[in-house]
């Protein structure tokens, strides 16, 4: 090994560290700016998501967090700002860097969206299909289909159809979908919309679980103060396009401020 050429590999990435003036962010948002019209959407919004963080985002309807949230996987452009993904800006990607760094990017979207003419297993094997070189799997998917949904507790319903699954359980097959190709980190859209309390705070536990056991990093966003108290480390509240306050649940659930209040009661 060159040990000179290494140790100056070392020094430059700690400065490059010291420089960025935090350890490592998975997602960096700066000043970000989106308008539809005289809809002036997001107004310089600003986020930063470190590595095994769980930052979740709390806004009301209409506040613009799927906006923003397609503006973090490439989907809306963007007026001004900065967002970066993994280190990589994405305004400056061409679309096969772009296609290349959603492999990372895991996505749990409302209502799950399975393909309903496909088995559970099917499902699971649909996203693998170009992306079994990164995976490292050969013709047989079958054991990572089954490792997939024996950590969501789903091993048994790998040949049913998804109308034969609950709500929930379709939720958890999603997030076994999702956790397959292994993403660096995973962008959650109201997990728990739709489902009753018991199956949400299951959703939540396992969402819990699977941060524990692969350190992925999650961007969260829901209206469940419940699923906020369990998974969050740290919120943002988005009020008119800003960090309207930003903290842990502990620091904004104790806030007298109105507008913060607001989102604490049910
Ligand atoms: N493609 C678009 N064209 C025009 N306006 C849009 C477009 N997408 C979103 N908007 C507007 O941007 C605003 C924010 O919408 P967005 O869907 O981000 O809200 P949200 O916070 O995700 O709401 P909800 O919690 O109800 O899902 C809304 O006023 C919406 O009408």
Redesign the pocket.
């Known amino acids: 090994m060159n040990y000179d050429l290494d140790m100056k590999i070392r020094d430059k990435m700690k400065l490059s560290e010291e420089k960025s003036d935090y350890g490592k962010s998975v997602i960096e948002i700066k000043d970000l700016r989106k308008s539809?019209g005289d809809?002036h959407?997001l107004n310089g919004f600003n986020l930063t998501l470190k590595e095994g963080g769980n930052l979740v985002i709390m806004?009301k309807?209409?506040?613009?967090?799927?906006?923003?949230i397609k503006c973090i996987v490439g989907l809306v452009a963007p007026d001004s700002g900065s967002v970066k993904i993994l280190g990589k800006e994405i305004n400056n990607l061409n679309r096969k860097a772009m296609d290349e760094l959603r492999l990372d990017i895991g996505f749990l979207f409302q209502g799950s969206a399975l393909y309903d003419s496909m088995t559970v297993r099917e499902n699971l094997e649909f996203p693998m299909r170009r992306h079994k070189k990164k995976l490292g799997v050969g013709k047989d998917t079958k054991p990572l289909v089954l490792e997939a949904l024996e950590n969501v507790g789903l091993a048994h319903t790998i040949d049913l159809m998804p109308s034969e699954l609950s709500g929930g359980m379709k939720r958890r097959v999603a997030l076994a979908r999702t956790l397959i190709l292994k993403p660096k980190v995973i962008l959650y859209d109201e997990p728990t919309s739709g489902l009753d309390p018991i199956t949400s705070k299951e959703i939540i536990e396992l969402m819990h679980n699977v941060q524990k056991r692969y350190g992925t990093s999650s961007l969260i966003i829901t209206h469940d103060v419940d699923c906020a108290r369990v998974i969050s480390d740290r919120m943002i509240l988005l009020v008119d396009g800003i960090n309207y306050a930003e903290g842990t649940y502990a620091e904004l659930s104790k806030s007298t401020d109105p507008k913060v209040e607001a989102f604490f009661k049910n």
């Open positions: 539809f809809n959407v806004g309807s209409g506040s613009g967090k799927s906006v923003m």
